[in-house]
């Protein structure tokens, strides 16, 4: 089994007096292959940042991001190796929906035969079958993040590992549930590790199987909270509100 590690991370930006501004400040933790993690904390305290040096997108920063895979260890995740949701569906206009999920597929001269299958179990699995011409101005707003998360797994990222970035929080709350259990099939079926930040704190107690709280800025890890209820989970459960309760008590993230 796969465990993936993020140890004492640290990251400044330039400000316009010359000074350093330090985002995130000696963040530290790990996820096992498989699970959910959820990442929490008030707005601007660095959780895309953080996202974006997972996914290898941010080249200056300190401290180790490390693979670890029985007695095998691998330090940084090359770029293009991690699947990456941004916050806003980021879909070409000009494709239809199965040319925007074949396009990664293309660009790695998948024979055609291969490419359309693939395609075609993905648009399955979100229910987009009948959508597979339509173009993204045809689309609602929950269609358009699902098309989004099948072009990330087109190609599944060679680790499992997908990162999203606060992906539902435009959506209404009926179209958010949705797609939230949408989300955990794909994550089974898929056989993937999902990071995901959100604000939102009935979303990370539904889907994670933990939820680590940043404080503000620097980003520090000031809890992990492990959310030990099997799936399907019921929002109304007391045992869920509790939990719900002991995050909404850390109360810092709320500001």
Not at 17 to 36: C, K, R
Not at 75 to 88: C, S
Not at 148 to 169: H, K
Not at 225 to 248: G, Y
């Amino acid at each position: 089994m796969k465990h993936f590690h993020f140890q004492q991370i640290q990251k400044s930006f330039s400000n316009e007096i010359g000074g350093q501004v330090s985002v995130i400040d000696n963040l530290t933790f790990s996820t096992a292959e498989g699970e959910i993690t959820s990442i929490i904390g008030p707005s601007g305290c660095g959780k895309t940042t953080f996202l974006r040096i997972i996914a290898g997108f941010e080249e200056s920063y300190s401290g180790t991001v490390t693979i670890e895979d029985g007695n095998t260890k691998a330090t940084a995740l090359p770029v293009g190796t991690v699947g990456y949701i941004p916050q806003e569906p980021s879909l070409f206009p000009w494709y239809t929906v199965e040319e925007n999920v074949a396009f990664s597929l293309r660009l790695r001269n998948v024979s055609k035969v291969s490419l359309q299958q693939r395609v075609e179990e993905l648009l399955r699995m979100v229910g987009l079958e009948a959508y597979r011409t339509y173009y993204p101005k045809e689309l609602s707003g929950g269609m358009k993040q699902k098309v989004t998360i099948c072009r990330a797994l087109a190609v599944p990222p060679p680790f499992g590992l997908l990162l999203l970035d606060e992906p539902f929080s435009a959506l209404d709350s009926q179209t958010r549930n949705a797609l939230q259990q949408d989300l955990l099939s794909i994550h089974t079926s898929q056989h993937l590790t999902l990071i995901f930040v959100t604000h939102n704190i009935d979303e990370a107690v539904f889907i994670s199987d933990q939820v680590v709280v940043l404080s503000q800025l620097p980003a520090r890890v000031k809890n992990i909270v492990t959310i030990p209820l099997p799936h399907p989970r019921d929002r109304t459960s007391p045992e869920f509100n509790a939990i719900r309760k002991d995050l909404l008590n850390l109360g810092e993230f709320m500001h």
